[in-house]
C-alpha cells in the first residue's frame, strides 16, 4: 500500500526552526520525485520544494531559509526549514510524483505550521 505520511510541524516564533518529514511506505523514494507544498488560509497551494534525481528546487520564497533533503534508508524526505516568518504559516503536504513537473501527484495528509509570536 502506497502513502506518503507527513509530520513535524507546529507552533513556532518567528526566526525559529521546524523539520518536517515525509515518510513513504509501499514504494522507494529514490525512484521518484518529491516535493513539499503549502497552501495558507484563504489562498492556493503553491509549490515549496522539491528533490528529485539529484536536482533540487525551491520557490525564491524560501531560498536561503529551507533546505530539502532525502534519507535513502529512512526511505524519507525531510524539509529543514529556518528564519521561520509569519508569512510561512500553512499546512503543509508532501507529494511524489515522476519529475518535479508532473502533474500527476500521489499526496500525504498536511502538517500545520505556524508561525507566531
Known amino acids: 500500500q502506497v502513502q506518503l505520511v507527513s509530520s513535524g510541524g507546529g507552533l513556532v516564533q518567528p526566526g525559529g526552526s521546524l523539520r518536517l518529514s515525509c515518510a513513504a511506505s509501499?514504494?522507494?523514494?529514490?525512484?521518484?520525485?518529491i516535493g513539499w507544498f503549502r497552501q495558507a488560509p484563504g489562498k492556493e497551494r503553491e509549490g515549496v520544494s522539491c528533490?528529485?534525481?539529484?536536482?533540487?528546487y525551491y520557490a525564491d520564497s524560501v531560498k536561503g531559509r529551507f533546505t530539502i533533503s532525502r534519507d535513502s534508508a529512512e526511505n524519507t524526505v525531510y524539509l529543514q526549514m529556518n528564519s521561520l516568518k509569519p508569512e510561512d504559516t500553512a499546512v503543509y503536504y508532501c507529494?511524489?510524483?515522476?519529475?518535479?513537473?508532473?502533474?500527476?501527484?500521489?499526496w500525504g495528509q498536511g502538517t500545520q505550521v505556524t508561525v507566531s509570536s
Open positions: 528533490i528529485s534525481d539529484g536536482r533540487i
Open positions: 507529494a511524489t510524483s515522476a519529475s518535479c513537473w508532473s502533474r500527476d501527484k500521489y
Open positions: 509501499g514504494f522507494t523514494l529514490d525512484y521518484y520525485a
